[in-house]
Every structure is written in C-alpha cells, then in structure tokens.
C-alpha cells in the first residue's frame, strides 16, 4: 500500500504517560507499517531506551548518545541505527549518565546527529515513528511537536486518571505548538485497561480537546506472549484477531495523515 500522491516522508510521533503501553503500540504499529510495504524507521525518544527492543529481536540498539560517548565524532550510522522485523531501522536517543545531564537536551542531541549523518537522505524511509515519553512536554521531549519532526501526533492512553491527566497537558502543548504552524493532533489510541467507564471517558476526553479517538485497542493476552518472545504481535501472532486490531490501526492512522496532507496541499 502506497500513500497516493504522497511524495515525502509521514512523520509520525506517539506521545503518552510512561508505563500506558505506548511503546508497545508504537512497536506493533511499525510492525503493521511494514508488513504493508513501507520502509518505517521507529526512533525511541525515551531515556530508558526500550522502544525499539520488540521489533528488534530483543536487541536494544546502542543508543545515539552512548555511541557518543564512545566514539565522539566518529560515529556512524552503523553504530546507531539497527535493522529489525520487517526492514524496520531502529534508532534510541537514550539519556545521560543518571545524575548528570538532562533528558530532554540527549533527544536534542539524538536529533541532530541523525540529520548531521544524513540518515533520512540516506535511508529513505516511506514513514517515520517518533515514540516519545509523555510525562513531561517541554525541551528534548517536545522535539518532535515543535521542531518540525513530525506532522501528526497521536496520544496514547487508557481512562485511568493519570494518562488521562498526561493525555491532557500533550493535547495542550500540541495546541500551543499547532497556533505556531507545528505538528497537528491527529487523534487518541487508547489503549485499554479495562477500568470503569473507560470508552466513555477517554470519548470524553478527545471531545474536549478537539480530536477524535482513533481506535481502542483492546486488552489481549497476546501482547504480552509475544513480548515475552521479544516480538510484536504482528510478527509472533500473524493471523491473530490482536495482529488485525494493528493492522487496522496502522490503516486509520495512514488516513488521517492523507486526509490532512490533502487539507495542507
């Protein structure tokens, strides 16, 4: 499947609180991305580097800022970006020695060194998936809504009162940035945890902030078998109902980001 018309890359960031399954949405949602034919590169924007483990055989890339540390401006693209399932090309931004540096400042150096290195010229990729912590949406963190990373960013959440909380403080931010030609907010995936009321109150939510929910993603053993294999769904369990709930996922998300490259053209 091909974006028709589309002559750029689709940027895409994924935003949400630590610990809501965002990560594991971003793998699955690469993994769909590849098994349509697209070149998807996933750039993990979280300090604990994990992003990327599940459709990377279980390897975490060495990160942009170890290799720096390591090598200084000697580093190349074969020491931070990873092949994985599906032609995916993993890339972590990693963090700083724990208890020294800031979080935000290592995504801005990961950043820059990607396009010092030409990694998009050079690569290519049809679709590219920022997968960033939500907690905090300043400096570093707010790279991808401000600085012209992505072009749509979707937020992860379940109806628990803290992602929903985090959910609201990234629907503001991309709001403020979007007044300044930034990043538009594509929508809610919400991601299920099965609490009281959930549907009804993440349906809520995307109301007041002016977007939709995408789609649910429901509560399924399956996640957790295959990641306990260090894989995606998509890969491990191919044919089941969990890999086409991604599948389809990848499908919306694709056209919510056609129907507003079409609003821009």
Known sequence: MRMEGKTGMIKIALYGKGGIGK???????????AQKGWRVMQIG???KADSTQNVAGGERPRTVLDALREKGGAVTLD???KEGYGGILCVEAGGPTPGIGCAGRGIITAFEKLEELKAYEIFKPDIVLYDVLGDVVCGGFAMPIRGGYADQVFVVTSGEKMALYAAANIALAIENFKKRGYASFGGVILNARNVERENELVEEFARDAGTQVVKAIPRSSFVQRAEEQKKTVVEAYPKSDMAREYLDLADRVLSICAKEERKDA
């Open 23 to 33: 990560s594991t949405t971003a793998s699955n949602l690469s993994a769909a991305f």
């Open 45 to 47: 924007c979280d300090p």
């Open 79 to 81: 020491d931070i970006v």
